[in-house]
């Protein structure tokens, strides 16, 4: 059975550009969550989205966003990127059956502002 | 403010030796706690889980125990082992929290040293 897949899995922008990152989860599974790490501050959670839609936020500003197809996959976007946006984006699914906590992530993918 | 705290950044262990590995939480209404496992350039794992209604859980060479009177949970890890070189996340749900959803603390990197 295929991971979670991310891509890209690394890109370089610069500030006041915008990204685009994919996930493509595992099969079967409806819900997909992003996490943001960084060195400082661990995985943070920022958003959620389960059957297209979002679930639940985290406190991000709204210059991220990001929404699920009707496969499942799902994309993130960062618009006006800042030096700070650099990180580890994390993608992780799940089954959402019943209530396990446990997330399948993919490798991430990692975004350097400059 | 943090919700849930991994206080020591890094730990250092002998190989066979047991590795202790703390988490605090702040927020009562948290009732279920993970453990994930991360190695570099990959995403976490799922280790352990526990449900507020127990105190103790365990699999293999892993025990998760909950004290919830000191909002504290701790991981276990016997005999400790050279692969189990990795940074561990603590994380945790709130009562009718959903499954992507979960509030994670910083990490503590382990070490294992043969």
């Known amino acids: 059975k295929a991971g979670v897949t991310q891509t890209p899995r690394y890109l370089i922008k610069t500030r006041g550009q915008q990204v685009t990152l994919s996930c493509s989860p595992i099969s079967g599974h409806r819900s997909v969550s992003w996490y943001q790490q960084t060195p400082g501050q661990g995985l943070q959670f920022l958003f959620e989205?389960?059957?297209?839609?979002?679930?639940n936020k985290g406190n991000f500003p709204g210059r991220f966003s990001g929404r699920q197809f009707s496969n499942s996959r799902s994309e993130m976007n960062v618009s006006t990127l800042e030096l700070g946006d650099s990180a580890l984006y994390l993608c992780a699914s799940s089954l959402d059956r019943e209530f396990t906590g446990e997330l399948f992530f993919g490798e991430g993918s990692r975004l350097t502002v400059l | 403010d943090q919700q849930v705290k991994q206080n020591s950044p890094s730990l250092s262990v002998q190989e066979g030796r047991i590795s202790i590995l703390n988490c605090d939480y702040t927020n009562s209404m948290f009732d279920y706690f993970l453990w994930y496992k991360k190695y570099p350039a990959e995403g976490p794992t799922f280790l352990i889980s526990i449900s507020s209604i127990k105190d103790k859980n365990e699999d293999g060479r892993f025990t998760v125990f909950l004290n919830k009177s000191a909002k504290h949970l701790s991981l276990h890890i016997v005999p400790s082992q050279p692969g189990d070189s990795a940074v561990y996340f603590c994380?945790?749900?709130?009562?009718?929290?959903?499954?992507?959803?979960?509030?994670f603390g910083k990490g503590t990197k382990l070490s294992v040293k043969p």
């Open positions: 989205y389960f059957s297209e839609t979002q679930r």
């Open positions: 994380a945790a749900s709130p009562y009718g929290g959903s499954q992507g959803n979960l509030i």
